[in-house]
């Protein structure tokens, strides 16, 4: 019962009774946050003292920090808690200036399987990097601004299964390699860069000789190649956008990713993932096969029925079972009245796509027409799913509108719409 309370919560139960006076020193939990800068002095205090007291062992550690000048005090917690056999560490550190350097008994803890660290500062690395045990890493606004160190960093991690790498920095960094033995998940989020005079980026090149699933979000400020990732089974590009780069660097990064998930057996694509292929040099003469591609959902604005990059992603994808359109899709008006934008039909459609999903539907003629042209080409379609919009969901003369062009009741209406899914994998079992 005290595991579930704040550390400082637990510690008050001691005045509950003599039998309760040491029961909340062996928590095997510890969390610390200071919330105010008032209290700092009694928040180090309480700190100091139940780490000098504790004689056992401590399962998961979670400290919030105001660094200001106790980065030492920091350190010496952390070389407290690696004594005591820590199996989960999680670090928030905030309120200090240039570079941070953690002990460095952290860096070689044998019983450390999962390591949270956000801080937003340049990460000194000690000489030895070797984490035994770590099975799952999260990194949050850290920056690597040296190239050795970095790497001896990712090579340090024998039996890492998930990482995350959430607005990380590759400071003066041209090239980088992940190259992780056992990595099943892999993480990236960058959709915050305050500096933009590194333009060109750096190139990280992921070796996923074990990845399972891959995740991206964010607008591409460095360029990534995923190699040998045959056992990809899920992938997440959300492309956001680009600010103030050339265009033309950006959609050709993302055309070279695309390259590397093509093996995975579920794609999630942003539509401006879609959209800016069409831009990439080597579309569409080189555009890559998906052959093992099951499900395709497309997110985020709204999809173009006749979108080239689409309909192109579509021909590569013979074996394609499942396409959902998690939020509004049409036809352009240029393309209403053309029934020939599936000329030619895309083999999937033909033989293999027996599913399609439609979320946030609003009923208007762009969205109609893009539904009849898939009913009349995907030719061993079981059903539609077609989710409505908020406004759409009393409106049975719509709903009817659209059941009208069906047969044999294909199409089935749900009124509300379903919650958009995560772009990273679920917090367990493999989830941050």
Known sequence: MLSLLPTKDAARTSILSK?????????????FQQLCHGERTLFKNFVDRVLLL??????KFTLYFHVLHDAFLVNAWISAVVRHNVQEL???LSDFEGSFSLSDCLFTCETLTRLNIDMPCILKLPPTIYFSKLKILALRCVSFSDWHPTQKLFAGFPVLENLCLDECHWMNQMVVSISVPKLSWLTIHETERKRLTDLDGCQVTI?????IGFYYTGEFFNEYSLCNSSLLEEASIYACGFKKRPRQVVVNRIYKLLKGVSNAKEIMLSSYAVEALKY???FPRHMPMFNKLLNLELRRRSINLGSTA???????SPNLKTLEFSEVFSLSSDCEKDDSILDPVPPCLLSQLNCIRVCCYHGDE??????????????VLNKIVIYCSKHLAGDLEKQEKAMAI???GMVAFVAIPPPPPPLTPPLSPHGL
Not at 310 to 316: A, N, P, T, V
Request: proline share 2%.
């Open 310 to 316: 689409l309909l192109k992603i579509l021909q590569e």
């Open 280 to 282: 990439a040099a080597e």
């Open 90 to 92: 999680h670090i928030s």
């Open 54 to 59: 504790r004689d056992s062992d401590i399962e």
């Open 366 to 379: 762009k969205e109609l027409s893009a539904i009849k042209i898939l009913l009349e080409n995907a030719l």
């Open 207 to 211: 070796l996923g000789v074990s990845l």
């Open 19 to 31: 039998s309760w006076e040491n029961q909340w020193m062996c928590i095997p939990n510890l969390v």
């Open 406 to 408: 069906t047969i044999d």
